[in-house]
């Protein structure tokens, strides 16, 4: 499986970005889809995961403000990011689970700055 993170880039305290993780295989079938973020000198930490196709989970810190979603035809996932902060600044990365394995795509950086 490939994953192909696309849509960062450098947005003011605020606003807004969506971000796509576009897979090279139906995703129907993966069994977790996830979003992973890892800023300068942290661990990385997971930010949302959609699991069994339906049940979403959001870190604390991003709920009410990103939103997990996902288009089975264009076998891709979205997290849109609204009333960014500079504290959301990190490189993001989509996570597959499928099957027995896992599968991280390159990611891509959000920079939060005025």
């Known amino acids: 499986v490939q994953l192909q993170a696309s849509g960062g880039g450098l947005v003011r305290p605020g606003g807004s970005l969506r971000l796509s993780c576009a897979a090279s295989?139906?995703?129907?079938?993966?069994?977790?889809m996830s979003w992973y973020r890892q800023a300068p000198g942290k661990q990385r930490e997971l930010v949302a995961s959609?699991?069994?196709?339906?049940?979403?989970y959001y870190i604390d810190s991003v709920k009410g403000r990103f939103t997990m979603s996902r288009d089975n035809a264009k076998n891709t996932a979205y997290l849109r990011m609204d009333s960014l902060k500079p504290e959301d600044m990190a490189v993001y990365y989509c996570?597959?689970?499928?099957?027995?394995?896992?599968?991280w795509g390159q990611g891509t950086l959000v920079t939060v700055s005025s």
């Open positions: 996570y597959v689970e499928y099957g027995l394995r896992s599968y």
């Open positions: 295989r139906s995703i129907s079938s993966f069994n977790t």
């Open positions: 959609i699991t069994g196709g339906s049940v979403i």
